[in-house]
């Protein structure tokens, strides 16, 4: 009988100790996936914070480089953003300013000029350390710590979409400089908005019927608060005959009473109000009666007011707009619509 307890005995000290090594693999395993998701986990916190910081860093230099900067000064833009948005100079591998191919999706550069006629183009790139604790334990040191990579490559190219618009057109073969004249009601022979020599024909006189309503309280609404939908160039829009002129004024009134007026210069700021506008332009006006014409593209304006002896409604050309969709392909088109774009 003893002899039986003391095989009793020796088998539960085997299953005891077995039981121990399974134990130990499950807690082995368990720190493992707790390596795997926390550090991990960090590497890709950082990496999206490294990230943003460059995106940031890339719209803004680029915007410089579009408008004339030097590629020392872009640069020193691009450093200046990528630190005030977390990422440090030392993390910094290269800042390109360059141009974009489109046809076969790469960024050529670095350039010290901008070509003409090409799509500016900014790249950065950079690279952060990021601590691996876990990883370092289980592997015995084996594993360093991890350098996650990111790039970054920003465009100003042609913009092709744009919202909140006014319902009138101006015309394509205006040739803008900022706080150039824009006459956007012509009851009365505006000249600074004619689509022909001779002015606009047929009745036309430089309002629109934008798609989504019509009549008198639909138009009134664009005036005053925007169109509130999306134009896109190539696409065409109803004229609305003749001088809608008591909504007009109401619309204007709506959207502009109580604002100071604007001193446009050549070194001015954009008004921080509703007298700042987008309307889309068109190659012609002279259709007889209510006709469709297409957009080729939009005017930024600051909306002056109007006068109410000539019914013409008066505006200035400002700047380029930073529309809500770009074409690549498309290098931008001083005083037309510019759009800024990540492209990788």
């Known amino acids: 009988m003893k002899n039986k307890f003391r095989g009793h005995r020796r088998a539960d000290r085997a299953e005891h100790g077995a039981a121990l090594v399974i134990i130990t693999l499950f807690i082995v395993a368990l720190f493992g996936f707790a390596a795997l998701s926390l550090d991990v986990g960090a590497v890709q916190l950082q990496r999206k914070r490294v990230q943003e910081g460059t995106d940031a860093a890339a719209l803004a230099a680029v915007r410089d480089w579009a408008g004339g900067k030097t590629d020392s000064e872009v640069i020193q833009v691009a450093t200046d953003f990528a630190n005030t948005n977390g990422v440090k100079s030392t993390e910094l591998i290269s800042i390109e300013p360059g141009i974009w191919v489109n046809s076969s999706k790469t960024f050529s550069g670095p350039l010290s000029t ?151 210069t050549s070194t001015s700021t954009a008004p921080q109000n509703n007298r700042l506008a987008l309307v889309p332009k068109v190659s012609s006006l002279d259709v007889s009666g209510k006709k469709q014409v297409c957009i080729t593209g939009f005017y930024v304006i600051v909306l002056d007011g109007y006068d109410n002896s000539k019914k013409t409604v008066n505006a200035r050309f400002f700047e380029a707009y930073g529309g809500t969709e770009v074409n690549p392909a498309g290098p931008p088109v001083p005083g037309e619509l510019a759009g800024v774009a990540l492209v990788r």
Do not use: H
């Open 114 to 264: 901008l070509p003409a006629n090409s799509v500016p183009a900014v790249r950065i790139v950079a690279k952060r350390t990021v601590s691996t604790p876990f990883w370092k334990v289980l592997s015995f040191g084996a594993f360093s710590d991890m350098k996650p990579r990111v790039e970054s490559v920003a465009i100003v190219g042609q913009a092709v979409t744009a919202s909140g618009v006014l319902p009138w057109a101006a015309c394509d073969s205006f040739t803008p400089t900022k706080c150039s004249a824009i006459t956007l009601q012509l009851k009365d022979g505006g000249v600074t908005n004619a689509c022909s020599s001779a002015g606009p024909l047929s009745g036309n006189f430089g309002q629109l019927t934008l798609p989504g309503g019509s009549g008198a309280s639909w138009y009134r609404g664009n005036i005053a608060n925007g169109y509130y939908g999306t134009l896109r160039v190539g696409q065409c829009v109803d004229t609305d005959p003749g001088v809608s002129w008591g909504p007009t004024k109401q619309g204007i009134d709506d959207r502009i009473k109580g604002l100071p007026a604007y001193t446009c």
